[in-house]
T-cell receptor, first 117, second 110 residues
Framework: DAGVIQSPRHEVTEMGQEVTLRCKPI?????LFWYRQTMMRGLELLIY????????DSGMPEDRFSAKMPNASFSTLKIQPSEPRDSAVYFC???????????????FGDGTRLSIL | GQQVMQIPQYQHVQEGEDFTTYCNSS?????IQWYKQRPGGHPVFLIQ?????EVKKQKRLTFQFGEAKKNSSLHITATQTTDVGTYFC??????????FGKGTRLSVIA
């Protein structure tokens, strides 16, 4: 079975550039999560979707970050303009949910290692 | 909001020694999950605990949920080099998505 697929695996770009991270969740999963991981702050939830609808984006650091899920098999996280402090590993995860998303395992992609110079 | 504390932050052990990480929540939980992340990898689900006082075992790993459902522990018996990684608890209180602890990074010295 295919797991969560993220692209690119690595991204190095200069500050001010637009960065787009992509995610394909596991087929049939109705929840999709975007996380950011750094040594200092650990694993932070940025935003999550249920049935393609954004439910909570309170973790998005600022207006430079945006996320979309146009259909059940694709989501993007965009940073525009990017800054060096955005450097981190970004993970996408998906899960079954229904009414109680918190009692289902989350399946993580391999992540995108983002470096902003 | 919900606070999740994991201790210790780091643990270095000799191969064959035991290891324990602790997770504490500021609120009563519906359930708790544990994940392992190998260096350079992604978090992988290990187990979920739901009942008060629940104990589950996976080979050398023992997971326990506290009676008050506010804390949990993961114990590894006789660590091996394959146990290296960061162990995260993830807490669900019923109202918000999983809240991950900052993890305990385990190093095993052969």
């Amino acid at each position: 079975d295919a797991g969560v697929i993220q692209s690119p695996r690595h991204e190095v770009t200069e500050m001010g550039q637009e960065v787009t991270l992509r995610c394909k969740p596991i087929s049939g999963h109705d929840y999709l999560f975007w996380y950011r991981q750094t040594m200092m702050r650990g694993l932070e939830l940025l935003i999550y979707f249920n049935n393609n609808v954004p439910i909570d984006d309170s973790g998005m650091p600022e207006d430079r970050f945006s996320a979309k899920m146009p259909n059940a098999s694709f989501s993007t996280l965009k940073i525009q303009p990017s800054e060096p402090r955005d450097s981190a590993v970004y993970f996408c995860a998906s899960s079954f949910g229904g009414a109680r998303m918190g009692n289902q395992p989350q399946h993580f992609g391999d992540g995108t290692r983002l470096s902003i110079l | 909001g919900q606070q999740v504390m994991q201790i210790p932050q780091y643990q270095h052990v000799q191969e064959g020694e035991d290891f324990t990480t602790y997770c504490n929540s500021s609120t009563t939980l519906s359930n708790i999950q544990w994940y392992k992340q190998r260096p350079g990898g992604h978090p992988v689900f290990l187990i979920q605990l739901v009942k008060s006082g629940e104990v589950k075992k996976q080979k050398r790993l023992t997971f326990q949920f506290g009676e008050a459902k506010k804390n949990s522990s993961l114990h590894i018996t006789a660590t091996q080099t394959t146990d290296v990684g960061t162990y995260f608890c993830a807490c669900f209180s019923g109202n918000t998505p999983l809240v991950f602890g900052k993890g305990t990074r385990l190093s095993v010295i052969a």
